[in-house]
């Protein structure tokens, strides 16, 4: 069954069960029939062989000196006595393998549970989430009772334990199948899995043992964080079980569009207005960046889409040193409402580059026939 031969050694014959207890272990193989069958068998066939005692007498006598005209309880006629194992069942020898049996690996208690964690939304300006601040928020959550420390029982009291689950808080169910006994694990029908019972409940908290309370909580927002961004308070959430730790509380950053600005990873962009005659012959401006005015020098000749670029200005980066830059994006003004004299001297420079100026108004009538 094992696939083993006669000599084989402890650390080999416990190899060659995982490796077959995991392959038709029924949680691997659900509503399989003959996988069952199949578990149960190498099961009984390794909790004999891994006993000295039995082994020898299997060698010995075969079938016959571990089944049922042995002693062995439960066992069918020349069988290996599956139904006991001498006091352990098959689910406790997989236990012994992987950390659980047979569809109850939660039988055994795992101690207090973690606090639940909670959400918050939180709104920053631009300049909040590119510089980094330090904000307020309001948290409602479940907190551990002052008056009788979380035990839920009134100061002088204490709970005492279940006596069904043994404040367990669950109960283990065995159930004989025709693949053998199968053991499932329920809630304490008693005290209803908390494991204990309070005679006389706290007169703050009413036995529950926590109450609820809204705390403002201090955040900081380190600099360069963006829109979507999910900071963690560890420890701020819901309080745990007695001697469990609290869950966390993760805030979830909102950023409000900014009116001039936009973010391109860690780089600012903005546009940059400037006239026609700035654009040609140059100049130096004032503009607005997260670090206040700063002056910029527009080069003679620049054509509109040109980018100007003012490094050290833009984001910090988050998890690392330095800052993005401030891109302008150059926009060129094209004037509307000319006045004769304007109009004028753009002919007069029209015809110095050697451009055909413009028919006046009087010859753009007399080709349309008015």
Known sequence: MLGVSR????????????????????????????????????????????????????????????????????GAPGGFGFGDFGGVGFEDIFEQFFGGGMGARTARRR??????????????????????????????????????GGTGAEPGSKPRSCP??????????????????????QTCPDCGGRGQFIDQPCHTCRGAGRVRRRRTLRVHVPAGVDDGARLRLQGEGEAGGTGAPAGDVYVLVHVRPHARFRREAEDVVSDLKVSVTQAALGCSL???????????????GTQPGTVLRLRGHGIPHLHGRGRGDHRLVVEVEIPKGLREAE??????LAELRGETPPEGRRSF???LGH
């Open 7 to 74: 000599g084989v050694s402890a650390d080999d014959l416990k190899k060659a069960y995982r490796q077959l207890a995991r392959r038709f272990h029924p949680d691997a193989n659900p509503g399989d029939a003959s996988a069952a069958e199949k578990f149960k068998e190498i099961s009984e066939a390794y909790a004999i062989l891994s006993d000295p005692s039995k082994r020898a007498q299997y060698d010995q006598f075969g079938h016959a000196g571990v089944g049922a005209a042995a002693g062995g309880e439960g």
């Open 286 to 300: 004032e503009v607005d960046t997260l670090d206040g005015k700063v002056e910029v020098s527009v080069p003679e």
């Open 111 to 148: 101690g207090p549970a973690k606090g639940a964690d909670l959400r918050a939304d939180m709104e920053l300006s631009f300049e909040e989430a590119a510089l980094g601040c330090d904000k307020e928020i309001d948290v409602g959550r479940e907190e551990q009772c002052a008056t009788c």
């Open 343 to 348: 109009r004028d001297l753009l002919k007069r």
């Open 365 to 367: 009538r007399k080709i």
């Open 164 to 185: 069904t689950c043994n404040g367990v808080g669950q109960v283990r169910m065995g159930r004989a199948t025709p693949f053998g006994q199968f053991v499932t694990v």
